[in-house]
């Protein structure tokens, strides 16, 4: 079955800096590659998501881009903020239908002042 | 509009008791889940279900049952709680439309301790 492997599964940055964390999925079929955020206790929200018919998706200061051909996907945060501290979760849709997706394990990202 | 709304929030279970998680949506979604998410583990889908009256298996489907007698709810039975069941669960919903995925939502998720 489909696999989505992370990573890291922690980083560190600086405020101000950039963060980046890497996906990779084993499904060539895989079309919807959404990224969520998670802060403690509370629940997954949708940050930005990218469909296979797009190389790349920028919202503000969250890009997400992907290559097909290396079955792989990343999550640029620019000029990172205290607040982007959080774990973040990629995801891959399964092919056979437009229902389910499956989850990395996450990377819990920590902003310091 | 309250979006996704799960029932309890937390809840402490004695081994082989049983309980119901109950999720409801109010977005007219088709298509909702269950996941649970463990430390280091990310969100593992339970079952899920395509609409009214379906339900199918997910990935860790082993020690639950689910229920989805209308559209807006989805339940989550756990007939002989087991210690491995200690977890943080998710419901989510989404739309349906065509062959296109479209963005879950999550609920804030049951805290359920086993002991």
């Known amino acids: 079955g489909e696999n989505v492997e992370q990573h890291p599964s922690t980083l560190s940055v600086q405020e101000g800096d950039s963060a980046v964390i890497k996906c990779t999925y084993s499904?060539?079929?895989?079309?919807?590659f959404p990224w969520y955020k998670q802060e403690l206790g509370k629940r997954p929200q949708l940050i930005i998501d990218?469909?296979?018919?797009?190389g790349e998706k920028k919202d503000q200061r969250i890009a997400v881009t992907l290559n097909k051909t290396a079955k792989h996907f990343s999550l640029h945060i620019t000029e990172t903020q205290p607040e982007d501290s959080a774990v973040y979760f990629c995801?891959?849709?399964?092919?056979?239908?437009?229902?389910?997706?499956?989850f990395g394990k996450g990377t819990k990202l920590t902003v310091n002042p | 509009n309250a979006g996704v709304t799960q029932t309890p929030k937390f809840r402490v279970l004695k081994t082989g008791q049983s309980m119901t998680l109950l999720c409801a949506q109010d977005?007219?979604?088709?298509?909702m889940y269950w996941y649970r998410q463990d430390p280091g583990m990310g969100l593992r889908l339970i079952h899920y279900?395509?609409?009214?009256?379906?339900?199918a298996k997910g990935e860790v489907p082993d020690g639950y049952n689910v229920s989805r007698l209308k559209k807006q709810n989805f339940l989550l039975g756990l007939e002989s709680a087991a210690p491995s069941q200690t977890s943080v669960y998710f419901c989510?919903?989404?739309?349906?439309?065509?062959?296109?995925?479209?963005?879950?939502?999550f609920g804030d998720g049951t805290r359920l301790s086993i002991l």
């Open positions: 990218i469909r296979s018919n797009v």
């Open positions: 279900s395509v609409g009214e009256g379906t339900t």
């Open positions: 499904d060539s079929a895989s079309n919807y």
């Open positions: 989510a919903s989404s739309y349906s439309i065509g062959t296109l995925n479209q963005p879950q939502h």
């Open positions: 977005m007219n979604h088709e298509y």
């Open positions: 995801a891959a849709s399964i092919w056979g239908g437009s229902e389910k997706l499956v």
